[in-house]
C-alpha cells in the first residue's frame, strides 16, 4: 500500500516537472524569435524617393565594314596579263577602270571565226530573201552592210510573219547569232572592270600566272562608305530610330566621327534578347574592321529614379512603406547599367527599402528609419 503511494508521488512529480521545462523551451523560442524579429526590424533602411529627368545615354558595339565589298572570281581560265596597276592590296582602281586582264587571244580567234561564219550565211541569205520576200529585202540588206566583225552583233532584224521566222530559222541563222552572242559574254569575262570607285584589300595574283576558271582572285572595297553592326538590348532599342545621328568612337585611337542610323533589325536575336542596329558613315578616316562605339543620346528619362538591381522583387516589384506596413509597388523599367536600373512609376517621397534582409514579405510592420 505505501508502495503505490510512492509510485503515485513520483509520477505526479515527473509530470509537473516535464510540463516545467516545455514551458521554458518555449518561453525561450519565443524570446529567440522576437530577438530575431526585432534585429531585422532595426536593419530596416529606407530611402526618400526623388524624381528628376536621368540622362540616359548609353554606348553599343560592333565592328566597322564596307558596305560595298566584293569578292572577286575568275569565271574563266588563261594567263593573267600585265595591267598599267596591278591588282594588288592597297592599289585604288576607279569605278570601269580594268582590275584583271586574262589572255584571250585564243578564244578571240574562235569568237571571229564564228562571225565570219555567220557574215557568209547572211550573204548567202541575201538573193532568197530578194527572191522569196522581196519587201524584206532592204531591212536585211542594210543589216549586212552595218555588220563590223569588231564590234558586238546588233540584234537580228524582226520577221514579219511567221513564214518569214521559219524561212530565217531554216537557214540556222537565229543558231549562229545566238552562239556568238553567247560568245561575246564570255570574251567580256577576259577582263575583269571595277563596278565601283575602291581598293584592293586582299589579293593573290602577278602577272603570268595560270588562272584557272572559278578561282578566287582577291577582295575589292568601296572605302567611301562604312557601316557598324551592333546590338542593342531591349530596353535601349526603344530609344533608336532609323535615321537618327550618333556618334562614332573609335576605341583605338578615341576619334569621333559622325555617324546615322540606317537600318534597323526587326528580329531579336533568342540568344542575347538583343537587336541588331547597323549606322552608316562617310568619313574618309574609316578603316573597314575598326572597332567602334556608337553613343546614342535618348534625351533623358522624365520622372525616373535609379535604383539598386538587387531590389526588384518578381522582376518589376520593389518594397515600399506604407502605414508602416511593408508593400510592393509595381515600377516600369527604363533602362538598365551593370548594377544599377532606371525605373518610372514611384511618386515623389514614397519610402522605398534600401536593402532587403531575411524575413521581408507584405504586409509586415515595420518603423523605418530613413537614410539621408
Avoid: C
Wanted: hydrophobic residues 40%; glycine residues 6%.
Amino acid at each position: 500500500m505505501l508502495g503505490r503511494k510512492w509510485t503515485l508521488v513520483i509520477t505526479v512529480a515527473v509530470l509537473v516537472v516535464g510540463f516545467l521545462i516545455a514551458e521554458v523551451f518555449s518561453s525561450q523560442k519565443e524570446g529567440i524569435k522576437k530577438a530575431n524579429s526585432a534585429a531585422s526590424k532595426s536593419k530596416a533602411e529606407f530611402i526618400t524617393v526623388e524624381n528628376k529627368n536621368i540622362d540616359n545615354d548609353f554606348e553599343i558595339s560592333g565592328t566597322l565594314s564596307a558596305i560595298k565589298k566584293i569578292e572577286v572570281y575568275s569565271e574563266v581560265a588563261g594567263i593573267l596579263l600585265q595591267t598599267p596597276t596591278l591588282f594588288k592590296e592597297g592599289n585604288y582602281f576607279k569605278a570601269g577602270e580594268n582590275l584583271i586582264r586574262i589572255d584571250s587571244s585564243v578564244y578571240y580567234n574562235n569568237l571571229m571565226a564564228q562571225k565570219s561564219s555567220f557574215l557568209n550565211e547572211l550573204t548567202l541569205l541575201l538573193p532568197d530573201i530578194n527572191i522569196d520576200f522581196p519587201d524584206q529585202y532592204n531591212k536585211w540588206e542594210s543589216y549586212l552592210a552595218e555588220l563590223d566583225l569588231n564590234e558586238n552583233l546588233k540584234e537580228l532584224p524582226d520577221y514579219k510573219n511567221n513564214k518569214e521566222k521559219y524561212y530565217i530559222a531554216a537557214r540556222n541563222i537565229y543558231s549562229m547569232f545566238y552562239t556568238i552572242k553567247g560568245m561575246e559574254a564570255t570574251l567580256a569575262k577576259y577582263s575583269l572592270k571595277a563596278p565601283f570607285d575602291g581598293v584592293v584589300t586582299n589579293s593573290d595574283t602577278y602577272p603570268g600566272q595560270l588562272i584557272r576558271a572559278n578561282q578566287k582572285l582577291g577582295e575589292f572595297t568601296n572605302t567611301s562608305t562604312f557601316e557598324l553592326e551592333a546590338s542593342a538590348g531591349l530596353n535601349e532599342i526603344k530609344y533608336i530610330k532609323k535615321g537618327m545621328k550618333v556618334k562614332l568612337v573609335s576605341r583605338d585611337t578615341g576619334d569621333e566621327f559622325d555617324g546615322i542610323v540606317s537600318r534597323i533589325n526587326q528580329v531579336i536575336d533568342q540568344t542575347s534578347q538583343t537587336v541588331k542596329v547597323y549606322i552608316s558613315s562617310t568619313d574618309k578616316n574609316l578603316r573597314d574592321g575598326m572597332y567602334m562605339s556608337a553613343l546614342v543620346s535618348t534625351g533623358g528619362i522624365a520622372n525616373a529614379y535609379i535604383i539598386s538591381r538587387d531590389l526588384l522583387v518578381n522582376e518589376n516589384e520593389v518594397y515600399v512603406l506604407s502605414d508602416n506596413q511593408i508593400e510592393l509597388q509595381p515600377v516600369k523599367i527604363e533602362a538598365s547599367s551593370n548594377d544599377d536600373i532606371i525605373v518610372t512609376g514611384l511618386r515623389n517621397g514614397t519610402q522605398l527599402l534600401a536593402e532587403k534582409f531575411d524575413g521581408v514579405h507584405e504586409g509586415m510592420e515595420i518603423t523605418a528609419s530613413e537614410l539621408n
